[in-house]
């Protein structure tokens, strides 16, 4: 059988967490999903938190709070899914990208400045920079912030990769450099309800706005009603919203699988711990892991040495998948998707991230990889390289 990339992992206590739902009287709207958010931000040390059907929809709505809208620039990374950058177009925004750095293969805050101060002088500057924390490694959020201090752009983090993740000990999620953080919770990442997401904030306003906007834009609070209720089945809609809401199934199986949040991070630690001592020898270019960084290791990502061209990547890619290895891409530069070449983007724009696309491999890693496997992933590679 296939080796997979990804793959989530279910316990007896998760399938009873949601079966018990089933017995309950909420399927959704129900009190699994406040208590779901309340233990995300408790174990993120923040203040709010937003539970949505994805990460996409957390992005959406993230921006939405944030103001964008017509016409306004938002800055991400290319080495991402497509989600964290089509989440400005959503809003009528316009989407630009910032160049990863070679090494840790998240934005680099070099390539940022040095656009910033382009963009200062063009009169360009962004209203909101997307970071991503590409395969559960945090950026350099201080520097990030710092930037955002001096050049007026509010800051949401993409940590759809990284619960669980921490830098110099702050939490992925506590928001302490940034306004916004979004996570994912589909079965590939680190904790899983099925589909899913949530927004994380220390600003209340922030919080209840994407709270109005995942459930379209109606408010029951009479202290935010434009007229007086005229019985108890009152409502207002205050705006266009969406039905972003997630249910109580998924939000029940979250709060369970967070349990074994720390149990997970730390098992993916000890699997890339173990990938770098065997495929040392090889000619690849290993991720790295900052100092004062503790990465979730969504992915283990490496790039073939050399300069390897795209037929070499492919012939790679395409044995090892032939001997079971269920190897995959993170990512194709999101520029240069068609989509965004018929915006007027193309090959050039992020010479670093062009590069990366070129040659880089995820390799399996996830908690129930046994060590047989890796030593099986390892061996084709080997074999395949050699």
Known sequence: MMIPYGRQDISESDIQAVVDVLHSDFLTQGPAVPAFEKAVAAYCRAQYAVAVNSATSALHIACLALGVGPGDWVWTSPNTFVASANCALYCGGKVDFVDIDPHTWNMSVPALRKKLDRAKNDGCLPKVLVPVHFSGQPTEQEAIWDLATEYGFRVLEDG???????????????????????????????????EGGMALTNDDTLSERMATLRSHGITRDPSRMRREPDGPWYYEQLELGYNYRMTDLQAALGVSQLVRLDGFVERRNVLARRYDGLLASLPLQLPSVVPGNRSAFHLYAVRLRGGAARRTQRDVFEALRHRGIGVNLHYMPVHLQPYYRDLGFGPGLCPEAERYGMEAISLPLYPGLSEAQQDEVVGALREVLT
Do not use: D, L, Q, Y
């Not at 619960?163 to 916004?180: K, M, Q, T």
């Not at 919770?185 to 099925?194: C, Y």
């Open 160 to 194: 759809a990769h990284a619960i669980g993740a921490s830098r110099n000990g702050e939490p992925v999620g506590s928001c302490r450099w940034s306004h916004i953080t979004v996570f994912s919770f589909h079965p590939v990442k680190i904790i899983t309800t099925g």
